[in-house]
């Protein structure tokens, strides 16, 4: 158990919705990862966030957005979705910086019909 | 943000056998991480090797460096069925606050 945990597990939605996952790090964690893995595209990057503010941005479409909250959990919010959405989408959470180890959730599986 | 390029893509030995995994990245490093991932599941961080090691262990798991080449290796030492699993390279480069990149990784099937 990596001590971050994601919810919902798994999403089953429609194309043009909108869903929101949630992910919260590890206790003492102030950076907090976002990635999307998809079988064609492998793992994608999204964004961080350290301490509230965003730090890094990835390959995050225009349709998702990200906050990370006053209690350092965050939420991934992704709407207008597409077929080509579905993925796992993962939470990963480090101490401070990008180097620092990072441990990740089991993930988010969103399926788009 | 530099990206690892593993090789190769999949790799399947015996049980018993040891595995070998590469890693090359084009920039200065300021670290290495090699990460697992069971089917389905968030990946697990193994190890972290720092510009200036050569080598590093932890348990059956050796990973070397080679700045000069821009490449590490992960040797798995005799593998195990739970061994089985996608293996992934993430260089931090020297500026140390670039987020990861993982590459498509390394699948790796230990057979039993």
């Known amino acids: 158990d990596s001590g971050v945990t994601q919810t919902p597990k798994h999403l089953i939605t429609a194309t043009g919705q909108r869903v929101t996952l949630r992910c919260s790090p590890r206790?003492?964690?102030?950076?907090v990862y976002w990635y999307q893995q998809s079988l064609d595209q492998g793992l994608q990057f999204l964004i961080q966030?350290?301490?509230?503010?965003?730090?890094a941005k990835g390959n995050i479409l225009e349709r998702f957005s990200a906050q990370q909250f006053p209690d350092l959990h965050s939420e991934l919010n992704l709407s207008s979705l597409e077929l080509g959405d579905s993925a796992l989408y993962f939470c990963a959470s480090s101490v401070a910086w990008a180097g620092d180890t990072q441990y990740f959730g089991p993930g988010t599986r969103l399926t788009v019909l | 943000s530099q990206q690892g390029e593993e090789d190769p893509q999949a790799l399947s030995i015996q049980e018993g056998e040891n595995a070998t995994m590469n890693c090359s990245y084009k920039t200065s490093i300021n670290n290495l991480q090699w990460y697992r991932q069971n089917s389905g599941r968030g990946l697990v961080h193994l190890i972290l090797i720092r510009s200036n090691e050569r080598e590093k262990h932890s348990g059956r798991l050796r990973v070397t460096l080679d700045t000069s080449k821009k490449s590490s290796s992960l040797l798995i030492t005799a593998s195990r069925a739970a061994d089985t699993a996608s293996y992934f390279c993430?260089?931090?480069?020297?500026?140390?606050?670039?987020?990861?990149?993982f590459g498509k990784g390394t699948r790796l099937s230990v057979i039993a």
């Open positions: 206790s003492g964690d102030l950076s």
């Open positions: 966030y350290y301490n509230g503010e965003e730090r």
């Open positions: 993430a260089p931090l480069g020297v500026s140390g606050n670039t987020p990861l990149v």
